[in-house]
């Protein structure tokens, strides 16, 4: 996981630094912030997300998600890998499927650093 | 500019929608608000947004932000225009700069998306 080779969980990675409207932002923190940004700028991945924070108990797998899209189960699977190699969704496998969760501290700190809202 | 296309602003397209973790969000909208993470997915552009946000008054032409980066002006010029076509920079052309100043309420916006806070 790419993350760890920084050795900071993704949610330090965000959490590290004020918002954005509020002072200039470090060259070093922009280049950790974007990948999850980057993650998130994708229509699958932003539904993506929705969906599994709106399932039962607030975890999915993925074949509770192929219903919603009309693509092939490994290409929404990469899709929730990417999300969760960034640090957006937490996986834990149980029998044959892996389920994943909204990581929603991080999701949270990244609407802290553009927003500026309180916690 | 490709949102006028939509015949929506940039800022409605993102409050249309209820927090990602709140319901599913629909096709229509995770198309309309990719384009606007991926935009801010991107180091140098993270850094002007707040670069302008920082700057006296809240607004800054290129000229000011030169010397923050180690890229050309016109490179930085595209990054500026790339947040300003999908609505996160506003600007206004005085003499021969064009100034910009961040659209608070577009990043809000994005924020309440995240994270689903108060506002």
């Not at 409207?21 to 980057?38: G, H, M, Q, V, Y």
């Not at 501290?105 to 309180?118: P, Q, R, S």
């Amino acid at each position: 996981m790419s993350n760890s080779a920084l050795e900071l969980t993704p949610v330090e990675t965000v959490a590290c630094c004020s918002p954005l409207t509020k002072e200039p932002l470090s060259a070093d923190a922009s280049e950790r912030i974007a990948p999850l940004l980057k993650a998130l700028a994708d229509p699958v991945r932003l539904r993506l997300m929705s969906l599994v924070a709106s399932h039962a108990d607030g975890e999915a797998c993925v074949c509770d998600l192929n219903d919603a899209f009309e693509l092939s189960q490994p290409t929404i699977s990469h899709h929730l890998k990417v999300l969760h190699e960034v640090g957006l969704l937490d996986r834990s496998k149980r029998g044959v499927w892996v389920y994943y969760r909204v990581k929603a501290e991080a999701l949270t700190d990244l609407a802290l650093l553009l927003g500026g809202v309180a916690r």
